[in-house]
């Protein structure tokens, strides 16, 4: 099979979140299905999958190349064992390995700005120039939204909720997603009266949320919250980009791009301009971009690359893999 010819069939997208995987068919608007990301290992390993008597499958055989996402300065073993479990245990006909924040960029339409994706478990600011990434500038902070989670959990506690148990932790994640925000002015918010939301727990009983609503995700700005010494995510984002080639920095400051979950609590986008305007020179114009459909941007970035006809030549075949091993997916990459 000729590598321009693995293309035959509709390349599959997985974005392999921190928290949620993402995955579909290149070309959709949107993922086919989302669903949690957990890492575990089996008692039992599979050779390969349906090479085994009970592994049925209905209709004809399809083989479809894959575009997976990883997260920016992944170890080069990293993506040489993704590849080895995708060619040799799923036996996929090809295999792209693209950078996240990469994806996120084009998502936009742009070649050139700086990604600030935040998710579950990591945030990273990532300066991309003509569609590849500079590694020296890249910052990342393991803080992100499951520690926004943890800290509101412990706020709630505090009010008097009892969660402990990993179903409540989840149900935390819920009362995040739907009542918290970010106030551009924290300590103006503090000395007044939180409006409390009512919130309606799974068995039919009701918690008042109050402080905490703001309080929570602070901490992205401000993780000494919980006694963490790394830096804010604004601190991040403009560390980055101060990281970067002195002739570039204009252009992202005015083409800073939002990424990831974590970045649609309320007042994420106005808090983070303030927060920027601080860190930069005076005379820079900032600007920030944050697309309604940012909780799945690296995903659409991957499906919009996947489906372009220029992007045929940009596969590894398996031939290739059989041929130079695991090292063969370095050799095309964004």
Not at 179 to 184: E, K, T, W
Not at 197 to 210: A, E, I, K, M, N
Not at 294 to 323: C, N
Request: glycine share 8%; hydrophobic share 40%; charged share 25%.
């Amino acid at each position: 099979m000729e590598s321009y010819d693995i293309i035959a069939n509709q390349p599959v997208v997985i974005d392999n979140g921190s928290g949620v995987i993402k995955a579909g068919f290149a070309g959709d608007q949107i993922p086919k299905y989302c669903f949690p990301n957990y890492v575990g290992r089996p008692k039992h390993m599979r050779v390969m999958a349906g090479a085994l008597e009970g592994d049925l499958f209905i209709g004809p055989k399809a083989e479809h190349p894959v575009l997976l996402t990883e997260a920016p300065l992944n170890p080069s073993k990293n993506r040489e064992k993704a590849a080895e479990v995708f060619f040799e245990t799923f036996n996929v006909p090809a295999l792209f390995i693209s950078m996240q924040a990469v994806l996120s960029l084009y998502a936009t339409g742009r070649t050139t700005g700086v990604v600030l994706d935040s998710g579950d478990g990591v945030t990273h600011a990532v300066p991309i120039y003509e569609g590849f990434a500079m590694p020296h500038s890249i910052m990342r902070v393991d803080i992100a939204g499951r520690d926004v989670s943890r800290y509101l959990q412990l706020l709630l506690r505090k009010e008097g909720a009892d969660f402990h148990t990993s179903a409540e932790f989840e149900v935390v994640r819920t009362i995040k997603e739907r009542a918290c925000y970010l106030s551009i002015n924290p300590q103006k918010d503090e000395a007044l009266e939180t409006e409390k939301v009512q919130y309606t727990l799974p068995d039919g009983s009701t918690l008042d949320v109050g402080p905490a609503r703001f309080r929570a995700p602070e901490l992205l700005f401000q993780p000494d919250l919980v006694g963490d010494e790394s830096e804010g995510l604004h601190e991040v984002l403009a560390f980055a980009i101060h990281k970067s080639d002195m002739d570039l920095r204009r252009t992202l400051f005015a083409n800073i791009v939002l990424s990831g979950g974590s970045t649609l609590f309320k007042g994420f986008g106005d808090r983070l301009l303030s927060e920027v305007k601080k860190l930069a020179p005076k005379d820079v114009k900032i600007k920030i971009s944050a697309p309604q459909e940012r909780l799945y941007s690296t995903w659409i970035g991957g499906s919009i690359l996947a489906s372009l006809d220029t992007f045929k030549k940009m596969w590894v075949s398996k031939k290739e893999y059989e041929e130079d091993g695991p090292r063969a997916i370095h050799r095309k990459t964004f």
